[in-house]
């Protein structure tokens, strides 16, 4: 049984960071995608950034240059640092795993939650002006 399970949320003020992490547990079928997405009340889930098993990424726009995904395999861990943080960060973040085998890593606008099957229970991040 896969499960994922996201931790590291939490408030803090406006240009602080906080860093996510999100630990697997399970077999996955294909473990060459990880990402982060996340969404507020009344939206859809948002990409933030994907990485796949060479440490490639594709981050979204809107937080390219303040968030770093990264993994370590060793320890099945994928992690979020997120830097300058404002309060339109505020959202709950979701970790996510497995894909098709045909998955490529996507553009930084093209991150969709289409692509993955397990995902993690979500961890809240408040971010306050």
């Known amino acids: 049984q896969v499960q994922l399970v996201e931790s590291g949320g939490g408030a803090v003020q406006a240009g602080g960071s906080v860093k996510l992490s999100c630990k697997v547990s399970g077999d996955l079928y294909n473990s060459h995608c990880m990402g982060w997405f996340r969404q507020t009340p009344g939206k859809e889930r948002e990409g933030v950034a994907v990485?796949?098993?060479?440490?490639?990424?594709s981050v979204a726009d809107s937080v390219k240059g303040r968030f770093l995904i990264s993994r370590n395999d060793a320890n099945n861990t994928l992690y979020l640092q997120m830097n300058s943080l404002t309060p339109e960060d505020t959202a709950m973040y979701y970790c996510a795993a497995d894909c098709p085998v045909e998955w490529k890593l996507p553009s930084p606008n093209g991150i969709t939650a289409d692509d993955f099957i397990y995902w993690g229970q979500g961890t809240q991040v408040m971010v306050s002006s």
């Open positions: 990485i796949d098993a060479d440490g490639m990424t």
